[in-house]
């Protein structure tokens, strides 16, 4: 006999395959939803990534141009990748620095060297507190500029020392500019486990590109090796091979070709120095009573020197109602 066909519960009828098709459509429009949900997810992920891309972009162009360096002969570099132009230098005139001649001759003609694109070596200027180390540097720079045209002339760029490691990126940013640079770094030392100078030794000569052939690099210390003597002593006491550690960081000086030392001068250089000042900026004052003054004030502070000098005909200055504007 043929088999009854199951019944479904009562008033609801036999089970049937047409019920099914009916399930399955209405499920459909929550599929299309959901299918709808990570296109539109992914628009706008790939909206905020092309955003972003733009905003990097323009990030990464270099934030001086070529034609920025007109603005200005000085510029101070930060390490997020700006040059913010100097407009007036805090400098001294170059005839006003007493007992530097040899340093100030060799250094004159390194630096016409390098502007007029012969080659030129990089200089340390290392030595004595406030013998004018740093005021030679910008002296210097402003001297030879005087007499060059607009876009002959050499650009001054100061790199704080504690921005050394961003060293690379200034040298890519110069790189390719038809101008001329000095980069300058004032009190250039390393201390206990600092690891920039590093950057510095491969910008120098080591880095497969090297420096520049538009770049110059000049930098004051008070140390001639740029390290700390209980730095160097700790580099000898823990190395297997003592020499070739304390090699490595004494080599950094070696990578400036010029080395100029700047010593204490003597009574009659810091009198010389005051006297020059005071002629410069049109202080009258006795002979004799400028002379005992100005050996008091050097007494005083324990030392004779530029800085000491200049800090002492500022005194005189103010005290004499004269202002410091030169002839």
Known sequence: ?????????????????????????????????????????????????????????????????????????????????????????????????????????????????????????????????????????????ASINAERKPSDKLKLIEIHREDIETLPALMEQLRASSFRFIVFCDDLSFDGNDASYKSLKAVLEGGIEGRPENVILYATSNRRHLLARDMIENERSTAINPGEAVEEKVSLSDRFGLWLGFHRCSQDEYLAMVRGYCSHFGIKIDDEALEREALEWSTTRGSRSGRVAWQFVQELAGRLGVKLTGK
């Open 1 to 141: 006999m043929p088999k009854n066909h199951s019944k479904s519960p009562a008033g609801k009828g036999p089970r049937t395959p047409a019920n099914k098709p009916t399930r399955v459509a209405a499920k459909r429009p929550t599929a299309a939803v959901t299918k709808a949900g990570p296109d539109l997810a992914q628009e706008r992920i790939v909206r905020a990534l092309e955003t972003i891309a733009a905003h990097l972009s323009a990030q990464g162009k270099p934030a001086v141009e070529a034609e920025s360096f007109k603005r200005a002969d000085a510029y101070v570099w930060h390490p997020d990748g700006r040059l913010s132009a100097v407009p007036r230098v805090s400098r001294v005139e170059l005839f006003l620095l007493k007992g530097v001649d040899r340093m100030r001759d060799i250094l004159m003609e390194n630096t016409e060297r390098f502007a007029g694109g012969l080659p030129a070596n990089n200089a340390l200027l290392w030595g004595a507190r406030g013998m004018g180390k740093s005021s030679l540097v910008k002296a210097a720079h």
